[in-house]
């Protein structure tokens, strides 16, 4: 069955470093997503992409963190430098054309010390 | 006008209850409705999902009721199972701009006592 692979799976760094996780969407899917998830909270959304484009970015901290999708395929989420706050799960979900589900990978478990 | 809006917060149900979570929206242009389940250290995972043409969908012990004119749809599971024991978050998408656009609901974490 295809998923969503995501890696790593738990990172751990400290504070002022830099850290990068990365998404492989499901084959065909022209929608990716980041969303970050903070314990007992629901997921929230960070960067969109359709194919290679950033389609909706407006609740990602620019001044840290960074997304690409260079060949429309798989993504690189990037947060430098990490702050103690940023401790969360980082969730990617990826989504074929038009208004259907989302598929979620098993997400990157970040913790900042 | 994206917010989806779900209660309760958290529920504990006896082993073969009903567990019954609620969500409102307001933006009619919604036009899909998903159910996530949620276990710990895991990513979400579709569990049912209802588009508006429809008041009801039913799988398996999952059914969802979905009231157009109150926009308020709700997600119940029929003879609760400890291994039921998650998070559940209901979701609410458009098509804006030629791409997808989803809005998530808090969530409820559910567990079933035996």
């Known amino acids: 069955e295809a998923e969503v692979a995501q890696s790593p799976r738990y990172k751990i760094t400290e504070k002022s470093q830099a850290v990068a996780f990365w998404c492989d969407p499901i084959?065909?899917?022209?929608?990716l997503y980041w969303y970050r998830q903070i314990l007992g909270q629901g997921p929230e959304l960070l960067v969109q992409f359709q194919d290679e484009s950033v389609v909706d970015d407006s609740q990602l901290p620019k001044d840290r963190f960074s997304a690409e999708r260079l060949k429309g395929v798989d993504s690189t989420l990037k947060i430098q430098p990490a702050e103690l706050g940023d401790s969360a799960m980082y969730l990617c979900a990826s989504s074929a054309q038009g208004n259907t589900e989302a598929f979620f990978g098993q997400g990157t478990r970040l913790t900042v010390v | 006008q994206q917010q989806v809006k779900q209660s309760p917060q958290s529920l504990i149900v006896q082993k073969g209850g009903i567990s019954i979570i609620n969500c409102a929206y307001e933006?009619?242009?919604?036009?899909?409705f998903p159910w996530y389940q949620q276990f710990p250290g895991k990513g979400p995972a579709l569990l049912i999902a209802i588009r508006p043409d429809v008041s009801e969908k039913k799988e398996g012990r999952f059914t969802i009721s979905f009231n157009k004119s109150a926009k308020q749809f709700s997600l119940h599971i029929m003879d609760s199972q400890p291994g039921d024991s998650a998070t559940y978050f209901c979701?609410?998408?458009?098509?804006?701009?030629?791409?997808?656009?989803?809005?998530f609901g808090t969530g409820t974490k559910l567990q079933v006592i035996p």
């Open positions: 979701a609410a998408s458009v098509l804006s701009g030629g791409y997808q656009k989803v809005t």
């Open positions: 933006n009619t242009a919604f036009d899909y």
């Open positions: 084959s065909g899917h022209a929608t």
